[in-house]
């Protein structure tokens, strides 16, 4: 179904979290690459050898959740916008996501804007808790949002309302 | 008559390449670009380029334009450009034809030339296609991106390759509703972070479905789609309607190819690389000896490979007319390994299974 809609299975997306264990110590990156594409500035963005693609340029990117520092630097030069970085360390009831979030307005630190699913389906608010935007970034701002635990694997965009 | 040690026609990703390259070598370059500005495609695409840091990977199109610009300026003494000038001939005793806007005809001669004037956006037919409203989606992105006019208000993107699914965004991003992407083929064809992106932004990328009519008097007000079937045939009652003021036509793109013809190329019409393209050996060069081509022309495929393509031909173009420097063998080989990397995927085994058919 993912070639036809562009929506990832419930089990695609397991697939790419590491253990809620290390999700509870603090900020990790989730690569939501599914398809083999000739690509790899992650690999060459990350500066803790974390991510790992090698000579194949097509390989599909993998996480080593132990090196990651959660530092953020591989969501902004990600060209597929397919990362983002999950922490549970902070709340034992929220969980903090960043996204790269390239549309305006930009939300503002203490907005509470609509969280949504992989299908765009609007399924919590969530409150943004960081705004992000040096020129290092390129013009892909850094969004944190801080969401309900439940919705740790089910959030991924947000929608910000035109004041 | 004018007279140009190497000519590069395009000054797009491809042709800078090419030109960035051959200057580098010492050959004295002369590049033609029909636009009033250089950069071709690039200067639309706002976009992140995939591929690996050769080929400017995480930089935006729209900034790797200033990139091939300053390193063409390395060599300024061996590059002469000449923007706003359309080559419109290229005969077989070897003239070249070419217009400076409108009405400024003059005639080159080359030792060499590499063509690289890209490729064109293919059309589709259904009932009341010609409805103002109705545009390529390189239209739309080149209006938006590049003059900042919004289109419309209401978009339906017909096509979800590449092409589709970024300028999708991109209206997206200038505030233009996108209410569906759709597409003929059973799968999407565009890389899956791209459509999962945009999905993720709640818009229904709908496969297997194609344009049935639009419908509008003065301009489109509404379309009409339908589901097809493993033949691309119609399913009746399948019909879904959007009430909308632009629809976005993006299936496709095609070789511009039409100069490497006249001048008498062998050309063959391969699928994989999109229509009619040139025979070539593997430094780029036509069955017509000092004719090099690179990038779309030869094959639709990803700027970042036009942009390799570029760089390998116009090291080679540069070598066959006397500019051999010590180091081709390690240039040559660099390119050549960039190109392999960029191909080794799946879209790039559809891509080689092409190539095979017209490297002689």
Redesign the interface.
């Known amino acids: 179904m993912?070639?036809?809609?562009?929506?990832?299975s419930k089990e695609m997306v397991m697939g790419k979290f590491p253990s809620i264990e290390r999700i509870n110590k603090g900020p990790v990156a989730v690569i939501?690459?599914?398809?083999?594409?000739?690509?790899?500035?992650c690999e060459?963005?990350c500066k803790f050898d974390a991510i790992n693609i090698g000579e194949?340029?097509?390989t599909i990117p993998a996480v080593t959740s132990d090196n990651c520092t959660g530092c953020a630097i591989c969501l902004t030069?990600?060209?597929?916008?397919?990362i983002m970085i999950v922490d549970g360390s902070k709340s034992e009831t929220t969980v903090l996501i960043k996204i790269p979030y390239?549309?305006?307005p930009l939300p503002k630190v203490g907005d509470t804007v609509m969280g949504?699913?992989?299908?765009?389906?609007h399924i919590t608010d969530v409150k943004i808790v960081g705004v992000l935007n040096p020129k290092s970034f390129?013009?892909?701002p850094i969004v944190t949002v801080e969401a309900g635990r439940k919705y740790l694997y089910d959030l991924?965009?947000i929608?910000v309302e035109a004041k | 008559m004018r007279q140009a040690e190497l000519l590069i026609i395009g000054g797009g990703p491809a042709g800078l390449c090419a030109a960035i390259s051959a200057a580098k070598s010492g050959a004295k370059v002369l590049i033609i670009e029909r636009n009033k500005y250089l950069g071709g495609q690039l200067v639309k695409q706002t976009h992140m380029f995939f591929g690996s840091e050769k080929q400017y990977a995480s930089t935006r199109g729209i900034d790797i334009t200033e990139i091939l610009l300053n390193e063409l300026d390395k060599y300024k003494e061996n590059v002469e450009i000449l923007a706003d000038t359309t080559v419109v001939g290229m005969y077989e005793d070897g003239i070249i034809t070419a217009l400076y806007k409108e009405d400024d005809f003059f005639k080159i001669s080359a030792k060499a030339v590499v063509v690289a004037t890209g490729a064109f956006e293919k059309s589709l037919a259904f009932p009341n296609n010609d409805l103002p409203g109705i545009y390529g989606a390189g239209a739309v992105q080149t209006l938006m991106n590049v003059h900042g006019v919004k289109p419309g208000n209401k978009v339906l993107m017909v096509g979800a390759g590449n092409i589709g699914l970024i300028v999708s965004y991109q209206l997206m991003q200038a505030g233009v509703e996108v209410v569906a992407i759709l597409d003929a083929a059973s799968k999407i064809g565009g890389y899956l972070v791209h459509a999962s992106k945009i999905r993720r932004m709640g818009v229904p990328i709908l496969t297997s479905y194609t344009v049935k009519e639009a419908i509008g008097k003065d301009f489109i007000e509404k379309a009409v789609i339908c589901q097809v079937d493993d033949k691309f045939q119609p399913i009746e009652g399948t019909e879904k309607e959007f009430d909308v003021d632009v629809m976005c036509i993006s299936v496709g793109l095609t070789p511009l190819n039409e100069l490497l013809a006249m001048r008498g190329c062998q050309m063959k019409y391969v699928p994989q690389l999109s229509g009619f393209v040139p025979l070539r050996n593997e430094n780029y060069e036509t069955t017509i000896e000092n004719i090099f081509a690179a990038g779309d022309t030869t094959g639709v495929e990803e700027a970042s490979a036009a942009m390799v393509e570029g760089y390998l031909a116009g090291l080679c173009a540069a070598a066959k007319i006397g500019y051999k420097t010590d180091d081709f063998d390690e240039r040559k080989n660099d390119f050549v390994k960039q190109l392999d990397a960029l191909r080794s995927g799946p879209v790039g085994k559809h891509i080689l299974s092409g190539i095979e058919q017209i490297v002689v």
């Open positions: 993912f070639e036809k809609t562009g929506i990832p939501e690459c599914y398809k083999e594409i000739p690509c790899n500035p060459t963005a194949d340029i097509n030069k990600c060209p597929g916008l397919a390239e549309f305006l949504l699913d992989r299908e765009g389906r390129d013009r892909t991924r965009n929608k």
